[in-house]
């Protein structure tokens, strides 16, 4: 019956269904998630979607942080490059059909879409409450023209409304975690595992970014935290370890994700593990 059903689309108050498997048939959305701000999870989401495209893979980036869409800057879209026809519904009274559905910005091989382009930059986006913030992801996600295999979607930090929604409403197939080593973090963290696993939504892994610094004089890496097992011990196993590196956030506000300006270097050889892991998972699934 799946196939017989793959050109129909579903919706209702809650949820939409393309092809019976929500984003469409055959196809994965993968949560980016951190239980804090300021652990690197944008860096971590555009560096991903580039390491997985460079491995061949069919990918999207949605930049679904509502509050601080950093995606576009990170990715150097100017806003010259801006979709500049707005969104026509967030709540699908007016559902365009495939044809007339925005196509993404491609860069880098990335097919890509922001919540900023849907708010003036610069202006707090005045989405509060859950079917606001419910109606913005399902837009973000069924009403632009993704043809991706696989699409990342940068999640805000926490628990909030926007991750409430996402865990109900999308859901996805798969969530990385990001976090910095030390238990603070982890804590934070564990508070959004928790929220996954009463949802029945699998966790890929984690990524420990800013895990070690490596010394300028001697050449061995130094720990810039306490490392803490909190998430490890609750069965998250470490997909890999990004060092500090002082261009990684240069680069970033270039608009050169790091990957490709030191394709070489440490950073991008630690995203190439993390990336053949995920790509594991997906053709494990």
């Known amino acids: 019956l799946m196939s017989e059903f793959s050109a129909v689309e579903l919706r209702t108050p ?27 999870k944008s860096t971590v989401a555009t560096n991903l979607g580039i390491t997985l495209s460079a491995m061949g893979m069919s990918v999207g980036l949605l930049d ?15 806003p010259s490059e801006r979709p500049t026809r707005a969104m026509r519904t967030l709540f699908g009274q007016a559902i365009p059909p495939p044809s007339r559905r925005q196509r993404p910005v491609l860069r880098h091989g990335l097919e890509t879409w922001s919540a900023g382009f849907v708010t003036p930059e610069g202006v707090p986006p005045a989405w509060t409450g859950r079917l606001l913030i419910a109606g913005l992801l399902r837009n973000l996600v069924f009403d632009t023209g993704w ?33 910095t080593p030390q238990d603070l973090a982890q804590m934070d963290a ?69 990957v490709l300006g030191n394709p070489r270097g440490p950073v991008a050889l630690e995203f190439a593990r993390i990336g053949a892991a995920v790509r594991r998972w997906l053709g494990d699934e």
């Open 14 to 40: 809650e949820r939409v269904y393309r092809g019976g498997r929500g984003f469409g048939e055959g196809k994965r959305l993968i949560a980016v998630l951190g239980g804090k701000g300021g652990v690197g």
């Open 190 to 258: 564990e508070r959004t595992l928790t929220l996954l696993r009463e949802r029945g939504i699998p966790v890929i892994g984690m990524v420990q970014n800013m895990a070690s610094l490596t010394c300028p004089h001697c050449g061995e890496p130094i720990d810039l935290y306490a490392s803490s097992t909190r998430l490890s011990d609750a069965g998250v196993p470490v997909l890999g370890r990004v060092p500090f590196d002082v261009q990684l956030s240069v680069s970033a506000d270039q608009g050169v994700p790091l």
């Open 147 to 179: 043809t991706c295999d696989v699409l990342l979607i940068d999640a805000p930090p926490g628990t909030g409304e926007e991750i409430q929604a996402m865990t109900r409403d999308l859901p996805p197939s798969g969530v990385v975690f990001v976090t």
């Open 64 to 78: 679904g942080d509502v509050n601080a869409p950093d995606v576009p800057r990170m990715l150097g879209i100017r």
